[in-house]
């Protein structure tokens, strides 16, 4: 599902634990590292497609975590000329993501990287929440600022302003 402006709809995950640090993956059979992220299939809402790869990226259910947040708008990366797919139609330029903040309330002996049919990761640890501003691939960078800095507020105690709904719905298209 792509829209009229090559943007594929999708969801990107910052889970934290009780330290305020972040769960931070690495992709297999390469160096990058990045958050677990994944498409929105057609008829699915964005936090229906939340929980589904939750689950299938990391094994982790809706019970295991705690739905803090998520950001207001469509937060959008191009892909690098290189990765785009010509030939496809409709070309996909890059995607456009809500981000969800999400706190690990289950045991962290719960996250199954083999758990989904196929494994996208095959490392993870716990990292510093803005950390992977600087590590993930460059092209991802100003958006994952983004999502960090809006996610931010919701992270530190006493936040007057409360999480954004995360019930609300946002358009596909």
Partial sequence: MIDEDGYRPNVGIVLCNAQRRVFWARRIGERAWQFPQGGIR????????????LEEEIGLRAGDVELIGCTREWLRYRLPRRYIRYRSKPVCVGQKQVWYLLRLVGDETRVRLDWGARPEFDRWRWVDYWEPVQKVVSFKRSVYAQALEELAPLMMPGDQAGPVSASRQLKHR
Avoid: G, I, K, N
């Fill in 42 to 53: 057609p008829h699915e809402t964005p936090e229906q497609a939340l929980y589904r790869e």
